[in-house]
């Protein structure tokens, strides 16, 4: 299935699973027709009041830190079960330290 494999129909022929292109036409097509009054987030498509209100794609492993207040926000993935070292390591590279 994982390797290019198909899985088995009901009449015996193999299916072929279609991956997703691996370029970004797919995406811009999703972005495209994604609809939003307000600010929609490159990562998530999700529609929100401001981009630092965006959620991360992947909120069991990522934590999100605003940059700015206005705007710019990342998502950076946890570090291990200490939550405070995530944060310090952002501290740490805004500071040009790490």
């Not at 088995?8 to 970004?24: F, K, L, M, W, Y």
């Not at 990522?62 to 570090?79: R, T, Y």
């Amino acid at each position: 299935m994982f390797q290019g494999g198909g899985s088995s129909g009901g009449d015996g022929r193999q299916q072929q699973e279609r991956n997703v292109p691996s370029n970004s036409d797919w995406y811009k097509r999703m972005y495209n027709d994604a609809s939003c009054s307000k600010y929609l987030c490159p990562g998530t498509l999700s529609c929100v009041d401001k981009p630092t209100h965006c959620p991360c794609a992947f909120e069991d492993t990522e934590e999100k830190f605003e940059l700015h207040p206005d705007g710019l926000a990342v998502c950076v993935s946890k570090s291990g079960k200490d939550k405070s070292l995530t944060k310090r390591k952002v501290e740490l590279a805004r500071k040009g330290l790490l």
